[in-house]
């Protein structure tokens, strides 16, 4: 094969590229690049991986994604328990209004949650909402090594307190 333009994929290829990715993104990158492996792009795989859209909180969709996922790799008990990685990364500031049949949305707010929300309103005596110039994600790090990412709460540089309400929540929905 000279290309891998228009080359279609097996369905199990793409779990295995996805899963590979998903552990070790650098890793893939290697691999793909010194063609140690005929496997799809990294563009191609980032177009799989972000097909569900994402939006603030605790994706349900992500989730069932997630315990699917497992399932299908016949992951084992030890597996299934693990810890969380909270990564918060600056964003570019930036509002989006997205229209659907059903409603028209905004994305780029602060939403950390009703909790936050409540929190941040008692303490600044007034209800406001800002643009986001942080997202925390969360990520599931099983002791097998499996991992996911499966909440992300975009914030405005968040105080302490903002991280354990998001974390305790996403504890909650991990054992739930």
């Known amino acids: 094969m000279t290309s891998k333009k228009g080359m279609r994929w097996d369905k199990d290829v793409m779990y295995m590229a996805l899963s590979l990715y998903n552990r070790n993104p650098a890793a893939y990158r290697d691999i793909v690049e010194n063609d140690w492996l005929q496997l799809p792009s990294e563009s191609l795989i980032k177009i799989y991986k972000n097909a569900m859209q994402q939006f603030p909180g605790i994706v349900p969709e992500m989730m069932l994604w997630m315990s699917n996922e497992a399932k299908r790799q016949n992951l084992v008990t030890?597996?299934?328990?693990?810890?969380?990685?909270?990564?918060?990364?600056?964003?570019?500031?930036?509002?989006?209004?997205?229209?659907?049949?059903?409603?028209?949305?905004?994305?780029?707010?602060?939403?950390?949650?009703?909790?936050?929300?409540?929190?941040?309103?008692?303490?600044?005596?007034?209800?406001?909402?800002?643009?986001?110039?942080?997202?925390?994600?969360?990520?599931?790090?099983?002791?097998?090594?499996?991992?996911?990412p499966f909440a992300n709460f975009p914030n405005v540089q968040a105080p302490p307190a903002e991280f354990v309400l998001t974390s305790w929540l996403c504890i909650y929905e991990l054992y739930r």
Do not use: C, P
């Open 78 to 148: 030890e597996g299934y328990f693990g810890g969380l990685i909270l990564d918060e990364m600056a964003i570019q500031e930036d509002l989006q209004i997205v229209n659907t049949k059903a409603s028209t949305k905004f994305y780029g707010l602060s939403d950390s949650g009703f909790d936050v929300q409540r929190m941040q309103a008692l303490n600044e005596g007034k209800f406001e909402s800002k643009l986001a110039n942080h997202v925390q994600q969360y990520i599931f790090s099983g002791l097998t090594g499996y991992r996911w």
